[in-house]
């Protein structure tokens, strides 16, 4: 999820560890709830497509693509990783596929894009590959509000500070958040807080309402169900990320309450990105 133009800047020029759109913790999170969640026949199918047999087929390559996008033939895809919402928080957030989504591409033409390239069979195994990978990925990118909103390039520009430290909200809400909430940056985190989540749609808080979130699901219709999603991530833009204005998150530490207020909101968007993922990688299994 990574920031999208300032961030290799900001991750140079400063002791904090690189961010990664959710940050890679939070990518392998959503790619551990998925794998709880898959049908066993779709966990053979991508297992072998990813020629991984271990638990982490999913988390360990859930990041790859932020790394893809700063290499000189991954470039063409950085604008996959978001979509520019050029709506106006926190007064009104919407978000247009003919408006927003630029002639590059973004987040919802290529969860499109690449589920049907894992399907189309004249690829080559290494395309259908990269194909799932950018799947697992942005499925989860999608997922994170400020990958669904334009202004101040998705809040990378929006200087803030972090428990003392100079950093941008964009990262913040990749990386700072999601980490106080799991507890660190590791793949061990990852598997902890999906462990948690997974038990949160099983039988706990989304136990009601995790049907609904794969109800419209459809790989056939698949920019519908994508631009659902972001519509539902640019909401948070106005109800939570920027609901007291710019000012507010220039002026205040916002590891303290608005951390507070931002915790359920990550929980539920990580959440429930993991299990339509699950959902989405079995339809596509299912369609082989
Ligand atoms: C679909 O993916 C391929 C392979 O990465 C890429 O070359 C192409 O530009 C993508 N098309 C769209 C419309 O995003
Ligand atoms: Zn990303």
Redesign the pocket.
């Known amino acids: 999820m990574a920031a999208r133009i300032l961030l290799p800047l900001v991750a140079a020029s400063s002791c904090l560890p690189q961010a990664w759109g959710w940050g890679a913790m939070g990518h392998e999170t959503i790619a551990y709830i998925a794998s709880n969640f898959v049908a066993s026949s779709t966990a053979s199918y991508f297992q072998s497509l990813l020629g991984d047999t271990s638990g982490d087929y999913l988390a360990s390559v859930a990041a790859w693509a932020d790394s893809y996008r700063y290499t000189t033939a991954g470039k063409?895809?950085a604008p996959?990783h978001f979509i520019d919402a050029n709506d106006n928080p926190p007064s009104s957030c919407s978000v247009e596929l003919s408006r927003d989504c630029g002639s590059g591409?973004c987040v919802v033409?290529?969860i499109a894009?690449?589920t049907s390239?894992i399907l189309e069979t004249s690829l080559s195994k290494s395309?259908r590959q990269?194909?799932a990978k950018?799947v697992i990925h942005f499925v989860g990118d999608i997922g994170q509000p400020l990958h669904c909103e334009a202004l101040d390039v998705g809040g990378n520009s929006i200087d803030v500070t972090y428990d003392g430290e100079s950093t941008n909200l964009h990262a913040i809400w990749d990386s700072n958040i999601p980490e106080s909430i799991s507890g660190g940056s590791t793949l061990a985190a990852a598997k902890s807080w999906a462990t948690t989540l997974t038990t949160a749609i099983e039988t706990g808080t989304y136990k009601s309402e995790a049907a609904g979130w794969v109800s419209d699901l459809d790989i056939n219709n698949a920019e519908t169900s994508a631009l659902a999603w972001a519509k539902e991530s640019n909401a948070d833009v106005c109800s939570t990320v920027l609901a007291k204005g710019i000012t507010y998150v220039e002026d205040n530490d916002l590891s303290g309450s608005y951390t507070t207020t931002a915790t359920p909101v990550v929980n539920l968007q990580i959440a429930k990105q993991g299990y339509r993922l699950a959902k989405w990688l079995d339809a596509i299994a299912a369609a082989t």
């Open positions: 063409f895809s996959f591409g033409s290529a894009n690449y390239r395309q990269m194909a950018m």
